[in-house]
């Protein structure tokens, strides 16, 4: 049994050689992205690691932090802001400008119950974020994915979705797209959250039904104790209370990473699957919905309209 109650994974002895590999992580510069990053460099010694962050500044100290335990680590910085589709072009043509193959695509950064707010196009914050953002980067790196899976030697390629067990803090219907254009300040900033999670569980499980070939999951990596709580400290007596609890209950970054780390290198992933800590196929509330074939066609097909002519 591992460290949550699901299968033993620990990432000295089970991180296979990732020689050769290329790795990309969003959010790669704190948190469970960072920690990630830092197990994939320690143990499995992939060729390149892109950390991308929004800060070249951030990113840049957060490779050097890593590099005082692995120093002959080669990860590379990767600006990439997902508020802005500019941004994620940017980051998608610097990345294929580089590297002609991509081995695993970790969409790990996120945001959790901010206040009201629109992304550059207009997306209500936290799905703009969360899903839409990430979506574009995806397809834009879909190319190259497809065809490191292509090559002789076939490779495992793998896209890794940070999703969330707020998923289930969606909208009972699992997809109210009816204020995903607006601030989102008519809607309970906890909803707006989980329906971000719900979609980021529906992209991967419709990613995988489209593209065989690649081996897409989404991972809750539990409670953990990362910058996403902050947000907690600066809201209603609600949210302080709840931030409060979750600083309680969380685990560490090592700990929290494992799952997501577990999803990208274990041979017993199963594609389009949605899992808990370690390895555990997700349950409880929302589940029925993150493995609707039929919404994640819908959620799938909804974003793809809105990314039309987004091209590089």
């Given at each position: 049994?591992?460290?949550?109650?699901?299968?033993?994974?620990t990432?000295?002895?089970d991180?296979?050689?990732?020689?050769?590999?290329?790795?990309?992580?969003?959010?790669?510069?704190?948190?469970?992205?960072?920690?990630?990053?830092?197990?994939?460099?320690?143990?499995?010694?992939?060729?390149?690691?892109?950390?991308?962050?929004?800060?070249?500044?951030?990113?840049?100290?957060?490779?050097?932090?890593?590099?005082?335990t692995?120093?002959?680590?080669?990860?590379?910085?990767?600006?990439?802001?997902?508020?802005?589709?500019?941004?994620?072009?940017?980051?998608?043509?610097?990345?294929?400008?580089?590297?002609?193959?991509?081995?695993?695509l970790?969409?790990?950064?996120?945001?959790?119950?901010?206040?009201?707010?629109?992304?550059?196009?207009?997306?209500?914050?936290?799905?703009?974020?969360?899903?839409?953002?990430h979506?574009?980067?995806?397809?834009?790196?879909?190319?190259?994915?497809?065809?490191?899976?292509?090559?002789?030697?076939?490779?495992?390629?793998?896209?890794?979705v940070?999703?969330?067990?707020?998923?289930?803090?969606?909208?009972?219907?699992?997809?109210?797209?009816?204020?995903?254009?607006?601030?989102?300040?008519?809607?309970?900033?906890?909803?707006?959250?989980?329906?971000?999670?719900?979609?980021?569980?529906?992209?991967?499980?419709?990613?995988?039904?489209?593209?065989?070939?690649?081996?897409?999951?989404?991972?809750?990596?539990?409670?953990?104790?990362?910058?996403?709580?902050?947000?907690?400290?600066?809201?209603?007596?609600?949210?302080?209370?709840?931030?409060?609890?979750?600083?309680?209950?969380?685990?560490?970054?090592?700990?929290?990473?494992?799952?997501?780390?577990?999803?990208?290198?274990?041979?017993?992933?199963?594609?389009?699957?949605?899992?808990?800590?370690?390895?555990?196929?997700?349950?409880?509330r929302?589940?029925?919905?993150?493995?609707?074939?039929?919404?994640?066609?819908?959620v799938?097909?909804?974003?793809?309209?809105?990314?039309?002519?987004?091209?590089?």
């Amino acid at each position: 049994m591992g460290l949550f109650g699901g299968v033993s994974f620990t990432p000295s002895k089970d991180i296979p050689s990732l020689d050769g590999k290329v790795i990309l992580v969003t959010g790669g510069n704190s948190g469970l992205g960072k920690q990630s990053i830092l197990e994939f460099a320690r143990y499995g010694k992939p060729a390149k690691i892109y950390m991308a962050a929004r800060s070249a500044e951030k990113a840049q100290a957060a490779i050097d932090d890593i590099k005082k335990t692995v120093p002959d680590a080669n990860i590379v910085p990767l600006p990439l802001d997902l508020t802005s589709f500019d941004s994620i072009k940017s980051a998608a043509k610097s990345f294929l400008q580089q590297s002609d193959r991509l081995d695993i695509l970790m969409l790990n950064a996120g945001i959790m119950t901010t206040p009201a707010g629109q992304t550059k196009e207009g997306y209500e914050i936290q799905f703009g974020t969360n899903h839409v953002g990430h979506c574009l980067l995806a397809k834009l790196l879909l190319p190259v994915l497809r065809a490191t899976a292509a090559r002789p030697e076939h490779p495992d390629v793998r896209v890794v979705v940070l999703t969330s067990a707020g998923l289930g803090l969606a909208p009972s219907s699992g997809f109210d797209e009816s204020w995903l254009k607006t601030d989102g300040s008519a809607v309970y900033t906890f909803t707006r959250y989980g329906q971000s999670k719900m979609a980021n569980a529906l992209f991967a499980r419709e990613l995988a039904r489209r593209y065989p070939e690649i081996t897409a999951v989404a991972v809750h990596p539990g409670v953990v104790n990362t910058n996403l709580i902050v947000p907690f400290a600066n809201t209603g007596l609600i949210q302080k209370v709840v931030g409060a609890i979750m600083s309680r209950l969380s685990t560490s970054l090592e700990s929290g990473a494992r799952n997501q780390v577990w999803a990208s290198v274990s041979k017993d992933v199963k594609s389009g699957e949605y899992y808990t800590p370690v390895g555990v196929v997700g349950s409880g509330r929302g589940t029925s919905n993150a493995r609707n074939d039929e919404l994640a066609k819908k959620v799938w097909e909804w974003t793809e309209t809105e990314l039309k002519g987004q091209e590089i």
